[in-house]
C-alpha cells in the first residue's frame, strides 16, 4: 500500500481493519483499509438523518474505506467490485470479533479528479453528494483539497433504524 497507493500509507490509527486478497494460489492481487468513520460529512449525515448527538452516539458503527489498491500488475475486469461485495459480506462480523460491535453502515470519499466511482457504483455504493473540499484538519477554512464524491453501502436494511435514538 505504501509503495503503490497515490496517498500512500503511515500506519492506522484507531479502528481499522486491513485485508489482503489473493488469489487462489496466494498471489496477492489488492489491499483495503477501512478505519474510522470522518467526523462530519454533509452528504452522509443528511442521508442517514444524523445531527450532532446522534451522530456522536452512531459514528462507531460506520467505517470509512480509506483505502483500495488493485496492485499495477493485476488486470482482472470486475475485480474492483467483485472484492467490495465480497468484503461488504464479511466485515460487519470481522469487525464484531475484533471490536465488540458491528458495523451497519460503510462509506468512502472518491477524488473526482482522478477516479469516476466506477467500482462503488458497480459494487451498489450509493453516491450521495460531494464534500466541500475542505480537510479534517481545516478549522480556519482556508485549506482548500479537490472534492470528494461521498459514497455509502448499507450493510443491513434497518441501518436507518439501527442509527436513530
Given at each position: ?6 496517498l ?10 486491513k485485508?489482503l486478497?489473493?488469489t ?8 483495503l483499509?477501512?478505519g474510522?468513520a ?11 438523518g444524523?445531527?450532532a ?9 460506520l467505517s470509512?474505506?480509506m ?6 500488475w493485476?488486470s482482472?475486469?470486475s ?22 460491535h458491528?458495523?451497519?453502515?460503510l ?6 479528479t482522478r ?6 457504483k458497480?459494487a451498489?455504493?450509493?453516491?450521495v ?7 479534517r484538519?481545516d ?7 479537490s ?8 450493510l443491513?436494511?434497518?441501518?436507518q433504524?439501527?442509527?436513530?435514538p
Amino acid at each position: 500500500m505504501a509503495r503503490y497507493h497515490y496517498l500512500g500509507y503511515r500506519g492506522s490509527v484507531g479502528q481499522n481493519m486491513k485485508y489482503l486478497v489473493r488469489t487462489g494460489s496466494g498471489a496477492p492481487v489488492a489491499c483495503l483499509l477501512f478505519g474510522s468513520a470522518a467526523w462530519k460529512t454533509a452528504p452522509r449525515d443528511r442521508f442517514i438523518g444524523f445531527n450532532a448527538s446522534t451522530r456522536e452516539r452512531y459514528l462507531p458503527y460506520l467505517s470509512n474505506n480509506m483505502r483500495f489498491l488493485i496492485l499495477p500488475w493485476v488486470s482482472v475486469p470486475s475485480l474492483a467490485s467483485s472484492i467490495l461485495s465480497r468484503i461488504a459480506k464479511r466485515i460487519s462480523l470481522d469487525w464484531s470479533t475484533k471490536y465488540g460491535h458491528p458495523l451497519y453502515l460503510l462509506e468512502t470519499f472518491v477524488d473526482r479528479t482522478r477516479f469516476l466511482g466506477t467500482s462503488y457504483k458497480a459494487a451498489n455504493w450509493i453516491y450521495v453528494g460531494q464534500t466541500q473540499g475542505r480537510t479534517r484538519n481545516d478549522s480556519h477554512m482556508t485549506i482548500r483539497v479537490s472534492l470528494k464524491d461521498v459514497y455509502l453501502y448499507p450493510l443491513t436494511s434497518r441501518y436507518q433504524e439501527l442509527l436513530s435514538p
